[in-house]
């Protein structure tokens, strides 16, 4: 199968910057050092008018974990129809139960209205913490859900490789698996090979400074590093990747 980039986006400027990179497919979020939360219309609306890029946009109220209260639920399934009507090619969601496992009647809601739109549904990295991954990726087979974004269950998908590799080989057929975290140019390659995994989702994250981020007695910076930075997808980096895994 062809070997496809996903391009983890902050921005409508990330976005338009992994255009110029050369990407296909990106995921479309606000406040990436959250780990992604719900974009806004207006930055879907411009990468679609200015873009050819498919869309994946998440829907995910708040950072921390993936357990809603039914506030929050009901403004993600809003949010979900909102960027359904408004030309999204597909949703990134997750849902949890206190216990870790898959909340099978929340995501068969969202499984259903995404496809009612003939869009993909996504579940992201929520994944991730499941205590038993063959049985969350069956659940997820069974209620439909398109594509599946995970790690292998550890931090960067590199240390995700065994589980990464068993899941690709039994499922691979049912469900579409897009491995991501920690994925770059140096490891791209090393990460598809040992897994046969054909698509990667990667941040081809840069920095940028913008010095109003401190006034004289209060600071907005978030960047451990440097607190006059904020993170952007880098056009370079993106083409790096791009080049990196057609060689």
């Known amino acids: 199968m062809e070997k496809l980039i996903e391009v983890c986006c902050g921005s409508y400027e990330d976005a338009y910057q992994a255009w110029l990179g050369g990407a296909k497919r990106i995921e479309l979020n606000q406040a990436?050092?959250?780990g992604g939360l719900t974009p806004s219309l207006a930055s879907l609306a411009l990468t679609k008018k200015?873009?050819?890029l498919n869309v994946v946009s998440m829907v995910r109220p708040r950072g921390a974990g993936f357990c809603y209260s039914e506030a929050e639920y009901e403004t993600m399934l809003l949010d979900c129809k909102l960027?359904?009507?408004?030309?999204?090619?597909?949703?990134?969601f997750g849902f949890l139960k206190e216990d870790f496992s898959i909340d099978v009647e929340r995501t068969e809601t969202f499984v259903k209205l995404i496809h009612t739109y003939n869009?993909?549904?996504?579940?992201?990295?929520?994944?991730?913490?499941?205590?038993?991954?063959?049985?969350?990726?069956?659940?997820?087979?069974?209620?439909?859900?398109?594509?599946?974004l995970t790690s292998g269950l550890e931090n960067k998908a590199m240390d995700g490789i065994p589980l990464l590799k068993d899941l690709q080989q039994k499922y691979g057929n049912q469900i579409q698996l897009l491995a991501g975290s920690g994925v770059n140019a140096d490891n791209a390659l090393e990460l598809m090979a040992q897994t046969d995994i054909c698509q990667i989702h990667s941040s081809c994250k840069d920095w940028k400074l913008d010095s109003t981020t401190r006034g004289k007695n209060v600071s907005y910076g978030y960047c451990a590093s440097n607190e006059y930075a904020y993170d952007v997808v880098s056009k370079e980096l993106v083409k790096q990747l791009i080049s990196k895994i057609n060689s």
């Open 32 to 34: 990436l050092f959250l």
């Open 119 to 148: 869009k993909d549904a996504v579940f992201h990295r929520a994944f991730d913490c499941v205590p038993d991954p063959y049985h969350a990726i069956e659940t997820l087979i069974s209620l439909g859900v398109d594509r599946l």
């Open 83 to 92: 960027l359904l009507e408004n030309g999204t090619d597909g949703i990134a």
């Open 50 to 52: 200015n873009t050819e």
